[in-house]
């Protein structure tokens, strides 16, 4: 079954600190992984996107890492800030179609 | 400025009652997508449609419909809505071809609930 799971479901940093979200996915045939934010009540922003031959893609203080062999995903955030607060969700589509299979998100506060 | 707009943002409304809600994106994008986004379960796909005319069932399509009688708009439309689809929607939108993965543009949501 193809799926796509997220952890921690939710993490608590103080502001300036660096924190690593993960993401597992078992949806094959493979062909890219998408992170993106979302805002409380608002709709998901794109942040990066990773096609299978992409080890590391960096967006400003977002960097996300890829392993296609072991299925698995991370998106670190360095120095964050209060503006980091929000839910990341990681997002595979299934190859051959255009259905996304959407992991429910890691809720992230940074307080200051 | 390039972006998707969705209408209503917020309703409520009573079971069995027949609503519409509209999608339309000003970027040319071949392809767009009904999602739902209940807590605890993440975002699911409702229906997707890749050009005009030319649409298919996501995960959850059960009680909705759609149709793309023109590129910009994709309309959601819930002919006898019960309370168990009261949630959070959202459409988005992308290109679709090209020599790699296309973003996906998302709307501001509309939140709906039947009473």
């Known amino acids: 079954k193809n799926q796509v799971e997220q952890s921690p479901q939710s993490l608590i940093i103080l502001e300036g600190k660096n924190c690593t979200l993960q993401c597992n996915y078992t949806v094959s045939p493979f062909s890219n992984l998408r992170w993106y934010k979302q805002d409380t009540g608002r709709g998901p922003v794109s942040l990066t996107i990773m096609t299978f031959s992409e080890n590391t893609k960096s967006n400003g203080r977002y960097t996300a890492t890829l392993d296609a062999d072991t299925k698995q995903s991370s998106l670190h955030i360095t120095a964050s800030q209060l503006s980091d607060s929000a839910s990341y969700i990681c997002v595979v589509p299934t190859s051959g179609t255009y259905k996304y299979i959407f992991g429910t998100g890691t809720r992230l506060k940074v307080l200051a | ?115």
Request: glycine share 8%; hydrophobic share 30%; charged share 20%.
């Open chain 2, 1 to 115: 400025e390039a972006q998707v707009t969705q209408n209503p943002r917020y309703l409520i409304t009573v079971t069995g009652k027949k609503l519409t809600v509209t999608c339309s994106q000003n970027m040319n994008h071949e392809y767009m997508s009904w999602y739902r986004q209940d807590p605890g379960l993440g975002l699911r796909q409702i229906y997707y449609s890749m050009n005009v005319e030319v649409t298919d069932k996501g995960d959850v399509p059960e009680g909705y419909k759609v149709s793309r009688k023109e590129k910009r708009n994709f309309p959601l439309i819930l002919e006898s809505p019960s309370p168990n689809q009261t949630s959070l929607y959202f459409c988005a939108s992308s290109f679709l071809g090209g020599s790699g993965p296309n973003e996906q543009f998302f709307g501001p949501g509309t939140r709906l609930t039947v009473l």
